[in-house]
């Protein structure tokens, strides 16, 4: 066995799975810049991002997969997992060996493994979408910063750009340091040079729009009174609602007041 060594992006992915069709080293194991321990008893490789070779896979994939087995290919990318890494090599090497009929065969354990996790990020995708509250900065431009366990902000771009095409915002990872900027025609990548302290609630209270705790309030207010508590049941709450996301919500913020 072969250690094959990337740097997790897409890119060097796709040119791991061309140079394993180059080279037919037989049995590899796929591993990141960031994660790998060398072993005196395997030899390594480290893969070159070569782009014409990468697009040379990706047009392979798109050929061969259905729109949602593409989906899930991509989404099981955006988990940032070692294992899904694994899986995503192993299951393009499988599908250019043996044809798109492989797709649906669960009984692969990487086209299994596509499903599982690609569903996970699809799950928090939706999350995303559900509990991000936006606050007003004084300059006009809403802004809400996250840090969710996979890398979303590629799936709910188009979301927020749709429901919220009449004003600009910001949407920032904070754990992965980017986010996106909607500035009423497009939304593009950005990059915002955090002080430390500025993380932890992901935005200064000085610049914080005057009428943003007016806004707050009135929210505040409205959840009240529509907060029946002879039904309240917190459990199945906790079940729709995770409390790790409680963070996004001015009125859990509240409750913690």
């Known amino acids: 066995m072969q250690n094959y060594i990337f740097d997790g992006s897409f890119e060097g992915l796709l040119s791991a799975v061309f140079n394993w069709f180059e080279r037919k080293p037989g049995q590899v194991k796929l591993q990141t810049e960031a994660t790998f321990q060398p072993d005196a008893f395997m030899s390594c490789l480290h893969i070159v991002n070569e782009r014409e070779k990468a697009d ?8 061969n997969l259905s729109k949602a087995a593409l989906r899930k290919f991509y989404c099981t990318y955006l988990s940032e997992l070692e294992e899904g890494y694994t899986a995503l090599f192993e299951f393009a090497c499988y599908l250019f060996t043996e044809g798109p009929a492989i797709e649906k065969n669960y009984g692969n354990p990487y086209v299994l493994a596509l499903s599982k996790i690609a569903k996970k990020v699809e799950r928090e995708k ?6 991000i509250r936006f606050q007003q900065n004084a300059d006009g431009i809403f802004y809400c910063g996250i840090d969710p366990d996979f890398n979303v902000l590629p799936l709910i771009a188009t979301h927020f750009k749709n429901r919220y095409a009449d004003q600009q915002w910001i949407i920032y990872d904070l754990k992965r340091n980017y986010g996106l900027f909607y500035d009423l025609s497009k939304v593009e990548e950005i990059k915002i040079d955090f002080n430390q302290r500025q993380k932890t609630t992901g935005i200064a209270n000085a610049i914080v729009s005057e009428k943003e ?4 309030l009135l929210w505040k207010d409205y959840f009240k009174s529509t907060n029946i ?3 309240k049941n917190t459990k199945l709450h906790v079940q729709h609602v995770p ?4 963070k996004y919500l001015t009125e859990k913020q509240f409750e913690q007041d």
């Open 56 to 63: 040379r896979v990706w047009k392979g994939l798109q050929s």
């Open 126 to 131: 939706h999350r995303m979408e559900a509990f």
């Open 213 to 216: 705790g007016l806004y707050a």
């Open 229 to 231: 508590q002879a039904r």
């Open 243 to 246: 409390k790790r996301y409680w």
